[in-house]
């Protein structure tokens, strides 16, 4: 079982930065994309980043492109996403997510597993 464990989140405000980390318990993952989702409340699933199993391909929502970055250690395990300038509408549940491929992808049913979320919740 590959289940991703999300840490991280918090309640911050406007402008702050937040940095959220995911670690997978096995190697599968050093393998295979990984990426990052959010659901808002009241709001459907949506991407938000996503990097390939060597680190080199990144992709990046349009809402997200400049403020938000996507590392991954693959000597641990652990993908991390780096927010800065933090909006209120980037409240939201973030979902790390294992790809069943080795490339980065935008879209949810490309990935196999998922973690159970952390909470962001940015206030104005």
């Known amino acids: 079982q590959v289940q991703p464990v999300e840490s991280g989140g918090g309640l911050v405000q406007a402008g702050d930065s937040l940095r959220l980390s995911c670690t997978v318990p096995r190697r599968t993952a050093s393998n295979n994309g990984m990426g990052w989702f959010r659901r808002a409340p009241g709001k459907e699933r949506e991407f938000v980043a996503s990097?390939?199993?060597?680190?080199?391909?990144?992709v990046y929502a349009d809402s997200v492109k400049g403020r938000f970055t996507i590392s991954r250690d693959n000597a641990k395990n652990i993908l991390y996403l780096q927010m800065n300038g933090l909006k209120p509408e980037d409240t939201a549940v973030y979902y790390c997510?294992?790809?069943?491929?080795?490339?980065?992808?935008?879209?949810?049913?490309?990935?196999?597993?998922w973690g159970q979320g952390t909470q962001v919740t940015v206030s104005s």
């Open positions: 997510a294992v790809a069943r491929g080795s490339s980065a992808s935008s879209t949810s049913s490309q990935y196999a597993y």
């Open positions: 990097i390939g199993w060597r680190g080199g391909n990144t």
